[in-house]
């Protein structure tokens, strides 16, 4: 059965909810965003940090309940780093907004079946694969692709049904990469890189080259990726210095960030690059930076 919140004791009537808030039907608003929209404005009228650090663990929380079946307490606690009272007064705020919650003696909290609304219904062998690609995603030398990943997984599992969320649990206890093939993380920058590439962000970088020991500045124009023969994410990009379209390995940006300076599109081709690439060099792989 699908329970539908009810709204805090202290709000008294419909007509007292911020403005947008008052009817699902009115608003076209899903349960879970009528009963935030009113959550957030309680809070926007507090100015105190401390507040809207809960507002944020009150969502994570939430997110927590979504993608899996059964959470508890203490390892909330450790999660967000406050005390297990804090948990407790954060699970009864979710309650007295309509999350319907429940308690399981000794065992933790769960959140009813059918609460939320998937948007995108995954199949099992869509979700198998996502746990499949996880695995692999670890052997790539970027941390923030590492992590964003994961993130993005969550969000995924938040609303997968139960029977496909416990198959999805099995499999990723039941895959693993060998140790051997795992090497540490030696850059973060490809989120970061990723966001400016996508806005048309110049960037400053300082480099470190392969051949010549010292450090140049650059200021690049993002353009592509490519994972290079050597396994390594390299950056294509037109560099301001050389006047031309270079490549960047990660690993050998040692300082980075968005200047204010925006770039028009340039209009080739990623595929002609690399062709054009090979036919001079004859692998694309050949490092000009």
């Not at 805090?8 to 608003?27: A, H, K, M, N, Y």
């Not at 496909?164 to 795992?182: H, I, Q, T, Y």
Request: with cysteine.
């Amino acid at each position: 059965m699908l329970l539908f919140p009810r709204y805090p004791s202290s709000v008294g009537s419909q007509d007292d909810l911020p403005r947008g808030c008052r009817s699902e039907r009115e608003t076209g608003l899903k349960v879970v965003d009528i009963a935030f929209v009113y959550l957030k404005t309680d809070y926007q009228a507090m100015s105190n940090s401390t507040d809207m650090k809960r507002l944020t663990r009150l969502s994570a929380i939430l997110l927590q309940l979504q993608t899996r079946r059964l959470i508890n307490a203490t390892d909330l606690a450790e999660q967000f780093a406050v005390s297990v009272r804090t948990i407790y007064r954060d699970i009864r705020v979710l309650e007295q907004i309509g999350v319907p919650i429940a308690t399981l003696e000794g065992k933790g909290y769960s959140l009813a079946e059918g609460y939320k609304v998937p948007p995108i219904m995954f199949t099992e062998q869509e979700a198998n694969a996502l746990i499949m690609a996880g695995h692999l995603i670890r052997l790539n030398e970027d941390s923030s692709l590492i992590s964003s990943y994961r993130q993005a997984v969550d969000k995924v599992k938040a609303v997968l049904k139960y029977a496909v969320k416990d198959k999805a649990e099995l499999l990723a206890g039941r895959v693993a990469v060998s140790p051997a093939s795992l090497r540490q993380p030696a850059s973060e920058s490809l989120s970061s890189i990723q966001s400016a590439l996508t806005s048309f962000t110049v960037l400053c970088i300082t480099y470190q080259s392969e051949i010549e020991s010292e450090s140049t500045e650059r200021f690049i124009e993002p353009f592509a990726f490519y994972y290079s023969q050597q396994q390594h994410w390299t950056l294509i990009a037109f560099c301001r210095l050389r006047n031309d379209f270079r490549m960047f390995r990660l690993d050998r940006i040692r300082t980075l960030y968005h200047t204010d300076l925006r770039f028009r599109p340039h209009q080739l081709n990623l595929h002609e690059y690399l062709q054009e690439k090979e036919k001079n060099f004859t692998s694309p792989d050949k490092q000009l930076s």
